[in-house]
């Protein structure tokens, strides 16, 4: 090749070698130490909602399998098919497999792909609350119900009324009162629901558009139902204002997570194609939440998703990487100790030694 050709090449070539590695660790292909060990060693898992039943920490996570489907933007090679619960009464010890909790083929209405489910506990009864898209391959959220925290649950014979989109999360206030908080952009679906209202052909917001917000409702003393429509959370930056979809280290994505921690309700979520988990601050479970930082920084692998959770004296954070496999789509839950400052904010966490 002559050179007045070949410069251009090597020009472009010696670009993207500095561009390689950081879209590396990014996508989960560079290896850091990090500073937990996979919690699941024989099963793929993520996703992990972490709660504190009968005195163990129990785990409601995803289960990653390898399916064959090609991946893409909109999450279809996330193909799951069933749930398993786990749990632990140590951190550093052993972790037990409970086995399947809920099958895809036991959910009348579902038609493909269990994605992060929540659970919550009332009056004797468990509640597994998972996301699915139904016969027409639209996303929508269920519940299903067990005796014991570990299930086997049976599914309701449809979804929750009113539900959309993916990844909720039930909060339970002081005074009783149960929330559900849910949504995710792109292959979520979050962004065809306007005024809680369908349209197959909504695009994915533009980096001049006002950024999607996540949503909640208050449940029913049933537990299986929304006692109220659903309304978006007011997710504001520092100066009061929402985010714009450009604003793609804070903005929400996915993932929502609420806890109640000295007097106040902190909403934390991931960021998505910038790989951020963020929190933000409020005064009342429906919000405002005012953005505070970032909780967790990207892990390996193009999802961040995660929980937090008291248990014997300590906070901890749960959420997963791809250490075992290096892939995608195949991940695996981890912990870590979380800590607050004296002001109330929290640390920031890394889940990598270097």
Same mark, same amino acid.
């Given at each position: 090749m002559p050179m007045k050709f070949l410069q251009p090449v090597l020009a472009t070539a010696v670009a993207m070698s500095l561009l390689l590695p950081a879209a590396?660790?990014?996508?989960?292909?560079?290896?850091?130490?990090?500073?937990s060990q996979p919690l699941i060693k024989k099963q793929f898992t993520a996703d992990p909602s972490a709660h504190v039943f009968k005195g163990r920490i129990f785990l409601y996570p995803s289960h990653d399998i390898e399916s064959g489907v090609a991946e893409n933007d909109n999450?279809?090679?996330?193909?799951? +098919? *069933?749930?398993?619960?786990?749990?632990?009464?140590? @951190?550093?010890?052993?972790?037990?497999?409970?086995?399947?909790?809920?099958?895809?083929?036991?959910?009348?209405?579902?038609?493909?792909q269990?994605?992060?489910?929540?659970?919550?506990?009332k009056n004797g009864t468990y509640y597994l609350y998972f996301p699915a +898209? *139904?016969?027409q391959d639209i996303?929508?959220?269920? @519940?299903?119900?067990?005796?014991k925290p570990q299930g086997p649950f049976k599914a309701e014979a449809e979804p929750i009324p009113g539900s959309y989109s993916i990844d909720p999360c039930v909060f339970r206030d002081a005074n009783g009162d149960y929330y559900m908080y849910f949504g995710g952009i792109w292959g979520g679906q979050l962004q065809r629901w306007k005024n809680n209202q369908y349209?197959?052909?909504?695009?994915?917001?533009?980096?001049?558009?006002?950024?999607?917000?996540?949503?909640v409702a208050k449940l029913s003393a049933d537990m299986k139902s929304f006692a109220e429509p659903v309304r978006e959370v007011q997710l504001l930056d520092e100066n009061g204002k929402p985010f714009m979809e450009n604003d793609k280290e804070k903005r929400f994505f996915e993932a929502a997570w609420v806890h109640y921690y000295n007097g106040k309700y902190y909403f934390s979520y991931s960021t998505g194609d910038s790989h951020n988990i963020c929190y933000a601050i409020g005064d009342n479970p429906y919000g405002p939440f005012t953005y505070k930082g970032v909780l967790l920084e990207p892990v390996e692998g193009w999802t961040?998703?995660?929980?937090?959770?008291?248990?014997?004296?300590?906070?901890?954070?749960f959420y997963h990487d791809v250490q075992i496999s290096g892939k995608t789509f195949l991940r695996n839950v981890k912990v870590t100790e979380?800590?607050?400052?004296?002001?109330?904010?929290?640390?920031?966490?890394?889940?990598?030694?270097n």
């Open positions: 590396f660790a990014q996508k989960g292909t560079l290896k850091r130490e990090p500073v999450g279809d090679h996330f193909n799951m +098919k *069933d749930y398993h619960v786990y749990s632990m009464t140590d @951190v550093e010890g052993k972790v037990k497999n409970h086995g399947v909790a809920l099958s895809l083929d036991d959910i009348p209405w579902a038609g493909r269990l994605w992060a489910p929540d659970a919550a506990y +898209k *139904d016969k996303f929508r959220i269920g @519940v299903a119900t067990s005796k349209n197959s052909t909504a695009p994915i917001p533009q980096p001049g558009d006002t950024a999607v917000l996540p949503r961040n998703h995660h929980s937090i959770v008291f248990y014997d004296g300590h906070w901890y954070l979380l800590f607050y400052n004296e002001d109330g904010t929290i640390r920031k966490q890394n889940a990598y030694k």
